[in-house]
């Protein structure tokens, strides 16, 4: 019997440490949205840069971004995140010949999950005179 709970607790323990270190990545964002506000038409393109952390325990790996529209692209941190690492991932959105009320989606495919992370950036072009 003290062999069996012997083994029994030797199995236990070298589970306990599997499951501690077969986690996954994970992308922990600041924020998913960033509103620019009012901005100029003809004073360009403008930037925001998402931040994040890989809250998991292995690296995290930026697969692609991918957005609808050709007036907003993204690069992203290439190499990978090791844990508690950071990185970014900036938004470029150019109002040349959209004036108005804007809402742009950029979806982010990463090593943590099947599904994307949604980043929305959102403003007003004021039209140029």
């Not at 090791?82 to 982010?108: C, H, L, Q, S, Y």
């Not at 949604?118 to 004021?126: D, F, H, N, S």
């Amino acid at each position: 019997m003290k062999k069996f709970l012997s083994l029994l607790t030797a199995t236990l323990f070298v589970l306990s440490l599997y499951a501690a270190g077969s986690g996954k990545a994970k992308m922990v964002l600041e924020s998913t949205r960033y509103d620019f506000g009012y901005i100029q038409e003809n004073n360009g393109s403008v930037t925001h840069s998402f931040k994040f952390t890989n809250g998991g325990n292995e690296p995290l790996i930026i697969v692609d971004t991918h957005s609808l529209c050709g007036c907003t692209v993204s690069e992203f941190t290439k190499e990978p995140i090791a844990p508690a690492g950071t990185g970014t991932i900036d938004v470029t959105f150019d109002p040349k010949g959209r004036p108005g009320a804007f809402r742009k989606e950029v979806k982010v495919y990463t090593n943590a999950g099947k599904s994307a992370v949604k980043l929305i950036i959102e403003g007003v072009v004021v039209p140029k005179k």
